[in-house]
């Protein structure tokens, strides 16, 4: 496992913006991986991912707001926060995998026993 270390949460208000980062230790191949939201339940569910072509999928609740991105040789993932809302408050974590990652994304089902490579999060709080 490649331990991931993510950073950039913070406090801000809704309409607001974040830039997180995911760095990761060594480069892997053949990766996909993404960024988790921990809701009140413990759940881990996919905001955003990434694969190995550059290839993106978004939860439907951020679309149009938050983008990924990966920049390979500082083996660091991004996720850009835009127009922020209260209901994106919570623990960030960032996640490597393979095919899963996407998949666990596009169906939204939580994710935390599935994905077995995580950061320690980053939190998110945004006011009203």
């Known amino acids: 496992q490649v331990p991931l270390a993510e950073s950039g949460g913070g406090s801000v208000q809704a309409g607001g913006s974040l830039r997180l980062s995911c760095a990761a230790s060594e480069y892997t191949t053949n990766r996909y991986w993404g960024w988790f939201r921990q809701t009140p339940e413990k759940e881990r569910k996919g905001v955003a991912s990434?694969?190995?072509?550059?290839?993106?999928t978004y939860a439907d609740s951020v679309k149009g707001r938050f983008t990924i991105s990966e920049d390979n040789a500082k083996n660091t993932l991004y996720l850009e926060m835009n127009s922020l809302k209260p209901e994106d408050t919570g623990m960030y974590f960032c996640?490597?995998?393979?095919?899963?990652?996407?998949?666990?994304?596009?169906?939204?089902?939580?994710?935390?026993?599935?994905?077995?490579?995580w950061g320690q999060g980053t939190l998110v709080t945004v006011s009203s």
């Open positions: 990434i694969d190995y072509f550059g290839r993106t």
């Open positions: 996640a490597a995998g393979g095919p899963i990652v996407a998949e666990c994304v596009y169906i939204g089902i939580d994710c935390t026993e599935s994905l077995h490579t």
